[in-house]
């Protein structure tokens, strides 16, 4: 047995658990009218509503207990302070220095990263800032139309998911693409329409090693050249974010083009840091700084405020009861803004690259649940196609909610639908539709008492699902930067209930080294035999049906 399930709190939680099981929320709202303020809490213009989850006071204060047993406020502490907590790779995980205000010092190993951060964001605002401004000139003298973001995981997923959420404080003669798929239809068809003389690339890796980003730079680099005739100004279309200098110089990148990241900033945290070009060039660096901002601030309630009022260990702990204790193997994130689409896809990466770990700090396998599925879906549009499970399935989903007071671009009659939906659902959800009222709703309308004792089962929701809310007045860049960082801190919060380290990606890595093997053995017509009978059949296969003269390209 683990010593995470032999502590006394977490023992007590068990005896709970088998005590709240039984008990309904409707019940817990009905006997508490004052449920909504003692289980939300505001920061800034964010409001969080927890208050329909399948707790009482007495589950958060055994929730905080085992947070305090876990000596959770040290680790937020060590966290800050730069020590090596992603103890597998011997770094410190400083993603919060990337947002740091100019006056705070953060040493690691004796350098102040602050300055450090503050010194390569001037670079990037600078490159950023020329070509909004139409100053940055490509091989023909002419202005960039187009920017293409070729990267993968977090060197794509944070800048696409922020560039969408932002689109109203985006430029209208300034476009932003992302390739990050080695399917050659994906960059295929982002270049189909795009002119070289006024496109520019960014190849954004940390390694600068991922094959699919260094698959899609090449065939960038070499579309440029073969539509503008040679190599001439390539400097002017192509600039590289990595911490792999090296290896962007080797591929043609000037130095003045090559940004820099810190082997304490996680790919999937990297949106802050020049990862981030994208999204200076789409937003401008000024927004940039208020996406910042409201990170930062999130920053700084997250290490400050007491763990019984602080979001994102509220929301980690919630996560942790469904998790182990109800069994709950999933959770959804349902934004109601459409322009929150690649929210569940960002939120996918940081969540279960980083908690979907087995193996403790200490190297032993866990005998406990750790990282939940996470899957989600704009609001609206889930409604329509997966909510039937989460109102009558059988399973368990804890569902965020996430809505906007009101849009850049409001207009009420579409907002007031939207909205009407969002405290629907979760009513819903939560308090479910009884034998009782559908047998009344039924006998209104007319039905027989067969038809109604016939259909009676099928109308009855169970409710008692929890959700979440968090409401914020507008998708601004600031209250963006702030839901990002509560999500990222939640993440780290269960990795240390869960003592796992949440900042390595070793299970990426055999799916990565199988393929460079098998991709030499699809060179030539030979037939495979050195694998299972199954993946050998597929290889083998797909060298009889390809097209002769795709063999190379
Ligand atoms: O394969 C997983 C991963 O290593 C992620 O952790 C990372 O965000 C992504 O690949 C891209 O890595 P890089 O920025 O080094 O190309």
Redesign the pocket.
């Known amino acids: 047995m683990s010593v995470l399930t032999e502590m006394e709190s977490w023992t007590a939680l068990s005896q709970h658990y088998e005590v709240i099981r039984h008990q309904h929320m409707r019940d817990m709202f009905d006997t508490d009218p004052r449920r909504f303020e003692r289980f939300s809490l505001r920061l800034n213009d964010l409001l969080y509503d927890y208050s329909k989850n399948h707790i009482t006071g007495e589950t958060l204060a055994l929730l905080l207990k085992l947070a305090e047993e876990l000596e959770l406020s040290q680790w937020i502490a060590r966290l800050f302070d730069g020590d090596l907590i992603n103890n597998t790779e011997q770094r410190a995980v400083l993603h919060m220095a990337l947002r740091a205000n100019q006056d705070e010092v953060i040493a690691l190993d004796g350098v102040d990263v602050v300055s450090e951060v503050r010194a390569e964001r001037l670079r990037v605002n600078k490159l950023a800032e020329a070509i909004r401004r139409r100053d940055w000139r490509g091989v023909t003298n002419q202005p960039i139309t187009d920017v293409v973001n070729i990267?993968?995981?977090?060197?794509h997923l944070g800048p696409l998911m922020v560039t969408e959420a932002l689109r109203p404080y985006r430029l209208h003669d300034l476009n932003v693409h992302f390739v990050s798929n080695v399917d050659e239809n994906h960059i295929n068809d982002t270049l189909e329409f795009l002119n070289p003389e006024t496109t520019f690339f960014i190849i954004?890796?940390?390694?600068?090693?991922?094959q699919d980003?260094m698959v899609n730079a090449e065939t960038a680099r070499q579309w440029y050249i073969h539509k503008v005739g040679s190599d001439e100004q390539i400097n002017r279309h192509f600039a590289a974010v990595t911490s792999n200098a090296v290896l962007a110089r080797q591929f043609g990148i000037a130095e003045d083009n090559i940004f820099r990241i810190w082997d304490w900033v996680?790919?999937?945290y990297?949106l802050w840091s020049a990862i981030g070009l994208s999204i200076v060039i789409a937003i401008g660096s000024e927004q940039f700084e208020q996406l910042l901002e409201g990170a930062h601030d999130v920053d700084v309630h997250f290490r400050q405020t007491p763990l019984d009022r602080n979001i994102p260990v509220i929301m980690a702990l919630l996560g942790v009861w469904y998790n182990n204790f109800f069994n709950a193997q999933t959770m959804a994130v349902l934004p109601y803004d459409q322009h929150l689409h690649c929210f569940p896809a960002y939120l996918q990466?940081a969540d279960m690259?980083s908690n979907g770990k087995s193996v403790d700090r200490s190297g032993q396998a866990v005998d406990y649940s750790t990282g939940p599925v996470l899957f989600g879906e704009i609001g609206i549009a889930a409604q329509h196609a997966f909510f039937q499970l989460l109102h009558q399935g059988t399973k368990l989903v804890p569902a965020d909610i996430l809505a906007p007071i009101y849009t850049v671009r409001c207009i009420q009659r579409h907002h007031r639908a939207l909205m009407s939906n969002v405290f629907a659902q979760t009513e819903a959800l939560m308090r479910g539709k009884t034998e009782q009222v559908v047998r009344r709703e039924m006998r209104d309308k007319g039905v027989t008492p067969d038809e109604i004792e016939r259909l009676l089962p099928y109308r009855v929701f169970p409710g008692n699902r929890p959700t979440s809310t968090l409401l914020f007045n507008t998708l601004d860049p600031k209250t963006l930067g702030s839901l990002i960082a509560l999500y990222e801190h939640k993440i780290f919060v269960q990795g240390v209930i869960w003592n796992i380290n949440s900042f390595d990606?070793w299970g990426?890595e055999l799916g990565?080294q199988l393929a460079s093997a098998i991709l030499h053995e699809l060179d030539d017509v030979e037939s495979v035999s050195g694998h299972d009978c199954s993946t050998n059949g597929l290889i083998n296969y797909y060298k009889r049906q390809r097209p002769r003269n795709s063999t190379q390209a």
């Open positions: 990267g993968i995981g977090g060197s954004s890796s940390k390694t600068f090693t991922t980003t996680g790919g999937r990297s990466q690259e990606q990426v990565k």
